[in-house]
């Protein structure tokens, strides 16, 4: 197996080493990571429950208990909407149990703590953190604001992350687009790929999150021209809400981009208890593999 080897030899001076060829440098190739990505809208911290909806102290058994059920086995980045500091704390705390692994980045939508999170939560044992900021999907991008000032703010966190053991770079945006507008949406749609192209730096890039759009929709088709889907519409609807019998819909999804091979992908089911639901979305989770970052080490002697 190959080992990582970091070098500060951009690649195009190792091409001219090779051109000159006094002496050849090795390449090296790092091996691909296998990881998961995991979205899941958990509702917020509603206190006006819904008809079969459990607060959220008991609905957090089964928002984190599949969380680290799903993360046991296999390197996860979690993408979750709709969440309350409070929450926000609560999940870090209940993730970090045995250890102090689980770090977030992303801030409120209303600016600092307020508002609702799009957190993107990752294991900081198995990737470090490059850079990371969240932006607004609106006309003033910096500053908490909502597009044409209708709907809730909305917004993107996005962090380029780095795999520890392989080296291999991943770039990764969060968001939850407007519940009531379609020209909202699509807006910010048109957003989120001008920040995918950005930060694109040549690297794989996911975007995951609730677009309140169904496949069918314009919204959806504008990021899906650009970033691929590879949902099934046979699986179960991301969309459950609490109560059984509904017949939901599919508005909650992993993209991606670049070189990424999805391995699998699923619906998780969201039951707590065998007759509540631990939220009003279901989990999407795709295992993706991520291809190396060729690294050029210079040779010695
Ligand atoms: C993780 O691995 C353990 C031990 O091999 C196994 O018992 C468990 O079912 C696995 N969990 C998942 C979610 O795959
Ligand atoms: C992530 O963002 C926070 C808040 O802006 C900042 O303090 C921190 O330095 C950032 N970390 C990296 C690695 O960019």
Excluded at 95 to 113: L, P, T, Y
Aim: net charge negative; glycine share 6%; aromatic share 10%.
């Amino acid at each position: 197996m190959n080992s990582l080897s970091i070098s500060f030899w951009p690649l195009y001076s190792l091409l001219s080493l090779v051109a000159t060829a006094i002496s050849v440098p090795d390449t090296e190739v790092s091996t691909s990571a296998i990881f998961q990505v995991y979205t899941n809208n958990i509702r917020y911290d509603a206190k006006d429950l819904m008809s079969m909806e459990l607060p959220w102290a008991e609905r957090k058994v089964g928002v984190v208990g599949t969380m680290l059920a799903v993360s046991a086995n296999m390197s996860t980045v979690f993408a979750l909407q709709e969440v309350t500091y409070n929450q926000l704390l609560d999940i870090k705390t209940e993730m970090n149990w045995n250890s102090q692994s689980w770090a977030h980045i992303g801030e409120g939508r209303d600016g600092g703590v307020a508002g609702e999170y799009n957190p993107i939560l990752y294991n900081v044992n198995e990737w470090d953190l490059l850079s990371n900021y969240t932006r607004w999907l609106s006309e003033t991008p910096g500053t908490p604001s909502a597009y044409k000032g209708k709907c809730f703010n909305r917004i993107v966190s996005i962090g380029i992350f780095r795999h520890k053991s392989t080296g291999s770079i991943v770039n990764v945006l969060n968001t939850h687009f407007c519940h009531k507008y379609e020209d909202s949406r699509q807006f910010q749609a048109y957003e989120i790929l001008k920040h995918v192209d950005a930060i694109g730096l040549g690297n794989p890039t996911i975007v995951a999150g609730d677009l309140n759009s169904e496949r069918t929709s314009v919204a959806y088709s504008i990021l899906s021209d650009v970033v691929k889907e590879h949902g099934d519409p046979l699986e179960l609807p991301t969309v459950s809400g609490f109560q059984s019998g509904g017949k939901g819909s599919t508005i909650d999804y992993v993209f991606s981009k670049g070189n990424l091979v999805s391995l699998s992908h699923a619906v998780l089911d969201n039951m707590l208890y065998d007759q509540y639901r631990f939220s009003d979305h279901r989990p999407v989770l795709e295992v993706f593999e991520l291809a190396p970052t060729l690294v050029a080490r210079a040779c010695a002697a």
